[in-house]
């Protein structure tokens, strides 16, 4: 399929072909979309959503990659990236409204700024404040399920609604989004007064304790798999002698087992595989089916 059209309605410079999504993923793997689109605006995302709906492109979207393994033979047909080009925010009063594509670690840092409380838990997670929305984002005992008021969002039709916090039905790390499949556009987050020392403290505390605990030198996507009920994914896979073991370029993290690392030149197929085998190997050995956490996209 050629894109010529899609360029002209957008800028160019915000329809790529043939882009690799290695470069737009913190696991730094994912082999080319077909087109990836750029958008800026509603509106942008309004005519590419139109576009694929048009022609039966097969569509997927994504923010800012943290919590994605992309297939190493990529995406076919329209991929939207809801990342650096979607952004912006303002404050008024207690609320934060944030664009999908602005960065959590944006809307902490604007938050403390303004001496408002509740952001700080978001410190360090490298996502979108869109994608923490569809995932339920959270650390250190909070989750955005704690802030968030409402969503805008719009459907493959093109058809806008506000969901309430009750409507976006919120569970460990999942949102009515998974299912509605919709396109979240921004985010309305209530905070509340806080002396601005103290929000720093617990900023400074928190980046330390992923400093301590976190692989956060190699590429990753995060904790690979939810919590089963009754253990910490981490400890039970140290606990069972994983760490270090590796699969071609992709390892279990040393420092954090939870945790897989892109040690140079992995592939998806090799993430794809390890998490496979700690997948086998603990239902083998401890009786647990272990879930994935992070999202898989596109061909393997
Ligand atoms: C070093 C590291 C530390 C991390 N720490 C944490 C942590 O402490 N807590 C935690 O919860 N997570 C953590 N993560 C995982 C990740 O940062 C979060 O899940 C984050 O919220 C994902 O946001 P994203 O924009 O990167 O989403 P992406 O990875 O781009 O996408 C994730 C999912 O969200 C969907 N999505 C993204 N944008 C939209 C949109 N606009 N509309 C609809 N759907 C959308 C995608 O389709 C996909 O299914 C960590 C990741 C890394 C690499």
């Given at each position: 399929m050629?894109y010529?059209?899609l360029?002209?309605?957008?800028?160019?410079?915000?329809v790529l072909e043939?882009e690799?999504?290695?470069?737009?993923?913190?696991?730094?793997?994912?082999?080319?979309a077909d087109c990836l689109v750029?958008?800026?605006?509603?509106?942008?995302?309004?005519?590419?959503?139109?576009?694929?709906?048009?022609?039966?492109a097969?569509?997927?979207?994504?923010?800012?990659?943290?919590?994605?393994?992309?297939?190493?033979?990529?995406?076919?047909g329209i991929t939207?990236?809801?990342?650096?080009?979607?952004?912006?925010?303002?404050?008024?009063?207690?609320?934060?409204?944030?664009?999908?594509?602005?960065?959590?670690?944006?809307?902490?840092?604007?938050?403390?700024?303004?001496?408002?409380?509740?952001?700080?838990?978001?410190?360090?997670?490298?996502?979108?404040?869109?994608?923490?929305?569809?995932?339920?984002?959270?650390?250190?005992?909070?989750?955005?399920?704690?802030?968030?008021?409402?969503?805008?969002?719009?459907?493959?039709?093109?058809?806008?609604?506000?969901?309430?916090?009750?409507?976006?039905?919120?569970?460990?790390?999942?949102?009515?989004?998974?299912?509605?499949?919709?396109?979240?556009?921004?985010?309305?987050?209530?905070?509340?007064?806080?002396?601005?020392?103290?929000?720093?403290?617990?900023?400074?505390?928190?980046?330390?304790?992923?400093?301590?605990?976190?692989?956060?030198?190699?590429?990753?996507?995060?904790?690979?798999?939810?919590?089963?009920?009754?253990?910490?994914?981490?400890?039970?896979?140290?606990?069972?002698?994983?760490?270090?073991?590796?699969?071609?370029?992709?390892?279990?993290?040393?420092?954090?087992?939870?945790?897989?690392?892109?040690?140079?030149?992995?592939?998806?197929?090799?993430?794809?595989?390890?998490?496979?085998?700690?997948?086998?190997?603990?239902?083998?050995?401890?009786?647990?089916?272990?879930?994935?956490?992070?999202?898989?996209?596109?061909?393997?």
């Amino acid at each position: 399929m050629a894109y010529s059209e899609l360029k002209n309605w957008l800028a160019a410079d915000k329809v790529l072909e043939n882009e690799p999504l290695k470069n737009h993923t913190t696991f730094h793997i994912g082999g080319p979309a077909d087109c990836l689109v750029l958008p800026a605006t509603p509106d942008d995302v309004a005519l590419t959503l139109r576009y694929s709906r048009d022609r039966n492109a097969p569509l997927f979207f994504f923010g800012l990659g943290s919590n994605l393994l992309v297939g190493d033979k990529g995406i076919r047909g329209i991929t939207i990236k809801m990342g650096g080009r979607f952004t912006g925010w303002e404050i008024r009063k207690n609320v934060l409204e944030a664009r999908a594509g602005t960065a959590l670690n944006i809307c902490a840092e604007a938050a403390a700024r303004n001496a408002l409380g509740g952001m700080e838990f978001a410190e360090g997670i490298p996502g979108s404040v869109a994608g923490a929305v569809f995932m339920n984002a959270g650390a250190y005992g909070r989750e955005m399920k704690d802030v968030v008021e409402e969503a805008e969002a719009v459907d493959g039709d093109g058809n806008r609604k506000i969901y309430t916090k009750e409507e976006m039905d919120f569970s460990y790390r999942r949102s009515c989004f998974t299912a509605s499949g919709d396109l979240i556009l921004r985010v309305k987050i209530r905070l509340y007064n806080e002396n601005p020392r103290m929000i720093r403290e617990r900023m400074k505390e928190l980046a330390q304790l992923r400093q301590n605990r976190q692989p956060l030198g190699y590429p990753s996507a995060g904790s690979v798999f939810r919590r089963p009920a009754g253990y910490f994914t981490g400890k039970l896979l140290e606990e069972m002698g994983l760490k270090g073991y590796r699969v071609g370029g992709a390892q279990v993290s040393e420092k954090h087992a939870g945790f897989i690392i892109n040690t140079g030149g992995a592939t998806a197929a090799d993430v794809r595989k390890l998490i496979a085998d700690i997948k086998a190997k603990v239902m083998e050995e401890r009786g647990v089916e272990l879930e994935t956490e992070i999202k898989m996209a596109g061909e393997f």
